[in-house]
């Protein structure tokens, strides 16, 4: 019996330990299996290839700020009382056209004292004619002496001269009678009145805001690579996104026939600051908006878009390429179906594609679905924009 139970508990042993060594066979070889499998896995994902493509910039502004070369104020040019006014808040006024009448009630009492005083020195300097015409008759017939003569020449020389006085004097007072007429210093429209009829006012003083909206400018600084691909005179567009942001600040009329936050104005490139020929890291751009539809005026906007209307031939990727904020990195697929991440510089956009400056080639292929948890060195599958493999394209 002994020896029974001994072949028995070997046996028994014997199996244990088998099974052991069975598990642990078993455990390796589902960890190979499970690590093969991981490293054969591959990630679908969406791409396209980096190729030209005409790009027309879109820039998205925060905020811009319009301003006229066109305004001024209407100025009064002598002391009086504003007697007449012929406009009113928005009228439209031309260049010299008179918009108010003042009153100086001195300038007429001293214009007829200064027809008195010609009057009197008329009158003093005939007398001293006729009197050194006399003289030099009588010099001549040597019935005078040269003393007399001298006398009579100099008493009819500061006749002259007080009659021209008197006149110059009359003059003044007539260009002074002329400016109690406040005339608008430029085309446009009434912006604001600052003063009433029946206020006195002194020389200097501003009565209106005079201003012309109809061409407002704004300027952004751009960096020199950027400036030099544009010129003068090229044409781009400017949006706005909501109707709020035509509140008028001076309360000019809306003109006929606009499209609200519809509305898209005219822009072109007025001014590059300094001169291309000249060096420099950064540019002032001004840029000239025509506002003829009345819609905007001198003061700040926000929420604006500004569309170049002709485009340039650029390498390029889709927007959704980009994996962060700052638009420094891709992914891109490699030849052996791996992840690399790439950084890169890039230049203007136009809302879906995004022009590539350096790190990328063209008929490399950027991932454009989502980026978030991919790493380099990961095993994907590509399929580009229209349904054809990466893999097969190659």
Do not use: C, W
């Amino acid at each position: 019996m002994k020896k029974f139970y001994v072949v028995g508990m070997m046996i028994i042993l014997l199996m244990a330990v088998g099974l052991i060594f069975y598990g642990i066979h078993l455990n390796r070889s589902g960890e190979n299996q499970i690590t093969k499998r991981m490293e054969s896995r591959t990630i679908p994902l969406q791409g396209e290839k980096v190729q030209y493509r005409e790009i027309k910039p879109v820039f998205t502004l925060d905020t811009i700020n319009l301003n006229s070369d066109e305004m001024a104020d209407a100025v009064a040019l002598i002391d009086g009382r504003i007697e007449n006014a012929f406009v009113k808040k928005n009228s439209n006024v031309s260049r010299g056209q008179i918009i108010f009448e003042l009153v100086n009630e001195d300038i007429p009492i001293k214009i007829n004292q200064a027809d008195s005083t010609i009057a009197k020195a008329e009158a003093q300097l005939l007398q001293a004619k006729n009197s050194y015409e006399r003289y030099e008759r009588l010099k001549e017939k040597n019935a005078t002496s040269l003393e007399k003569y001298d006398e009579a020449k100099l008493n009819y020389e500061a006749a002259v001269a007080s009659l021209r006085e008197a006149q110059a004097v009359k003059d003044q007072l007539l260009v002074q009678d002329s400016r109690q007429d406040v005339i608008s210093p430029i085309d446009g429209e009434i912006l604001i009145l600052y003063k009433q009829i029946g206020a006195y006012v002194t020389a200097g003083t501003p009565i209106a805001l005079v201003g012309n909206f109809d061409r407002l400018n704004f300027s952004l600084p751009v960096e020199d690579a950027s400036a030099r691909r544009l010129a003068v005179g090229e044409r781009f567009e400017l949006n706005f996104k909501n109707s709020r942001s035509f509140r008028k600040a001076y309360d000019t009329e809306y003109g006929a026939g606009n499209l609200g936050d519809k509305q898209i104005f005219s822009v072109y490139v007025k001014e590059i600051m300094p001169d291309l020929s000249q060096a420099a890291a950064i540019r002032k751009v001004v840029f000239e908006v025509d506002n003829r539809v009345g819609l905007l005026e001198q003061q700040t906007y926000s929420g604006v878009e500004l569309i170049r209307t002709t485009g340039h031939n650029a390498l390029a990727v889709p927007l959704a390429a980009m994996s962060d904020t700052g638009r420094q990195y891709v992914f891109i697929a490699t030849p052996e179906n791996t992840l690399e991440r790439r950084k890169i510089s890039t230049g203007a956009d136009d809302g879906k594609y995004i022009e590539i400056l350096t790190g990328l080639k063209e008929g490399e292929t950027v991932i454009t679905s989502a980026t978030k948890g991919l790493e380099e060195g990961m095993k994907v599958t590509v399929t580009l924009a229209g349904g054809k493999d990466n893999a097969a394209d190659r």
